[in-house]
């Protein structure tokens, strides 16, 4: 920016903050937030920014974080587990309601590739907010749950190619002939080639390294490089910045260091879309959409109505009960955040006119806040249809990669090795984190589900779903890390069960202290597995030298106070007596 630009920068910051503080209050989206930081400091209201281009294009990398993020979020596994209903419903659901709103928009007299870009952009719904709804409700793991997520899903995968449609349509749509869509599409299967053989034998060992040998400032760093990097590299065969990102984000989800990497860039993705937004909302001209208010309010309706006609319809091709295809089509029935970024690119660049596109915005927006009543609606239509069909949780895990009712495992040496093999003997689902990049990828490479990162990471925790999770074990050899990851885990979910190893008597009393329910000495197995030798080589009989194993793993395990008082409580009669003897002796 030039002269003021720091000035300019504190108001925007100042601005988003107030501003996704005065949402948040509302329970609304922070990106509608946004946007009205943007109007309010736009040219249309205050024009307290002065510097638009310069804004705008400080604001372009927050959708190339978007994209890599998404990149992160997809894995092949998932997109194979979920081909049914992503590829199948979802598609269906794009592309018929793609043409339904672009033939509308046509035959209300837009040009063609006008008409494109809203019926594209308009199909896309909201998954910031669709998700965060679900996740609220806790019906993430429902059918319609399911069915909404594996829609989103394909819209986000759609998202990628309308992006780089945008400029093609410059122009009236003239370059967008098909030896010029023709030689694009090779160019990008060539970028992709050559992104993910890079990646495969170059990028994995780098980051190894990285892990294994610099602090936390140059994994970062390194990431920002490959996100940075892939996307210059795509924007330098004449590509879009943003389809380099998605691929070095795909490319990198399967790793083990995925999750480390979503929670480094987070804020930073947070913060730049948060200023995209902004510059959307600079470009809005509220007084034109007050003076087009009946316009815009018809096309909001007709827009709900006819995307919630779509999905309900496709739900009931595919026999979905009629509660949750209802459901379903009201959680997806508004616009959504790419139909800012589609709008607002074609607006920017000419494909669509500036009233075109402030109209476009205004219906987008609105919709997106009728979203949580939508949604309530739906909730409201299922319970009087009473035919909600539960999903139990196994099937659940073969239709999805989410995981539910898992254990997580903080620390994968040995202690964390027997648990994590203990729990495949009995069929039960673990993720596990550790920080030794050598010994991840070890584990890696023999199909464990283990990934790189510091457990004590609260985007880290949350990314393999410690808030549906059954049970924490803590495995980790630090004694000040095990202690701050038991203590923020029974402040934020107190519910969760957490089991924990101590390296000592003060450390186990600190962890039984901090929230964990059980506490096992570490050398408390070995001890007595030596112990129990000697007795037997002395002639004890069995039977006692067991009673008496066991009876030195009852009061050398640590639980957590409420779990001992309850546990005294209930003891016999015979054992009261012997712990008041032993107490006794201990006194003498």
């Known amino acids: 920016m030039h002269d003021g630009g720091l000035f300019e920068v504190v108001i925007l910051l100042a601005a988003a903050i107030a501003a996704v503080l005065i949402v948040r209050r509302f329970k609304a989206s922070a990106m509608l937030g946004y946007l009205g930081a943007g109007v309010v400091l736009g040219p249309y209201a205050f024009g307290m920014i002065s510097d638009l281009e310069g804004t705008r294009t400080l604001a372009e990398f927050g959708v ?3 994209l890599f993020s998404i990149g992160l979020d997809l894995s092949f596994k998932r997109l194979i587990l979920l081909r049914k209903e992503v590829f199948g419903l979802g598609t269906a659901q794009f592309l018929l309601t793609g043409t339904a709103i672009g033939l509308a928009a046509f035959a209300l007299g837009q040009p063609l590739p006008a008409a494109i870009v809203l019926g594209a952009g308009m199909a896309l719904s909201s998954t910031a907010i669709v998700m965060q709804i679900l996740a609220e409700r806790g019906e993430v793991a429902t059918r319609h749950g399911r069915i909404s997520f594996s829609i989103l899903l394909l819209q986000d995968l759609a998202a990628v190619p309308l992006l780089a449609m945008v400029p093609l349509l410059e122009g009236g749509g003239a370059s967008a002939d098909w030896s010029t869509l023709g030689f694009a599409a090779l160019k990008a299967v060539a970028a992709l080639a050559a992104i993910i053989l890079i990646g495969r034998y170059v990028l994995q060992p780098v980051f190894r390294i990285v892990a294994s040998t610099s602090g936390p400032e140059v994994f970062f760093g390194l990431t920002l490089l490959v996100v940075l990097g892939t996307a210059a590299a795509t924007q330098g065969v004449g590509l879009q910045l943003t389809l380099g990102a998605f691929l070095a984000g795909l490319l990198l989800s399967e790793t083990e260091f995925r999750h480390q990497i979503e929670a480094d860039i987070l804020p930073f993705r947070g913060l730049l879309m948060g200023l995209f937004f902004i510059s959307i909302g600079m470009s809005i001209d509220i007084g034109f959409v007050v003076s087009q208010a009946a316009l815009v309010a018809g096309l909001v309706l007709a827009l709900v109505v006819g995307k919630t006609a779509i999905v309900v319809g496709l739900c009931r091709a595919i026999k979905l009960p009629l509660d949750v295809s209802l459901r379903v089509g009201l959680l997806l029935s508004q616009g959504g955040e790419f139909a800012f970024i589609l709008i607002g690119l074609a607006g920017i660049s000419g494909v669509m006119s500036t009233g075109t596109a402030q109209i476009g915005l205004a219906v987008t927006g609105l919709s997106m806040v009728m979203t949580p009543f939508l949604a309530a609606l739906g909730m409201w239509l299922g319970e009087r249809l009473q035919r909600q069909v539960a999903i139990g949780l196994a099937a659940m895990e073969r239709d999805t990669s989410d995981l539910g009712q898992h254990v997580v495992i903080a620390g994968f040496g040995r202690v964390g090795q027997t648990v994590a093999e203990m729990l495949d003997d009995r069929r039960i689902p673990y993720v596990a984190i550790d920080r030794d990049p050598t010994n991840v990828h070890e584990w890696r490479t023999k199909g464990l589900p283990i990934y790189y990162g510091d457990a004590n990471r609260r985007d880290l925790l949350w990314g393999v779903g410690i808030d549906r ?33 101590s390296t000592d008597q003060e450390h186990g009393d600190a962890l039984s202290s901090a929230g964990a329910e059980t506490v096992f000495p570490e050398a408390l197995e070995s001890s007595l597995s030596l112990g129990g030798a000697v007795l037997r080589a002395l002639n004890v009989p069995e039977p006692e030298v067991v009673t008496l194993l066991n009876n030195y793993r009852r009061r050398r395990t640590v639980a957590a106070p409420a779990v001992r008082d309850e546990a005294a409580a209930q003891a016999p009669p015979a054992v009261k007596e012997a712990q008041a003897a032993e107490t006794r002796l201990a006194g003498e």
């Open 64 to 66: 190339v974080f978007l």
């Open 469 to 501: 999770a059954r049970a924490m074990v803590v495995a980790l050899s630090d004694q000040a890390t095990a202690l701050e990851l038991v203590r923020t885990l029974h402040k934020r979910l107190p519910e969760l069960t957490i089991l924990a190893r």
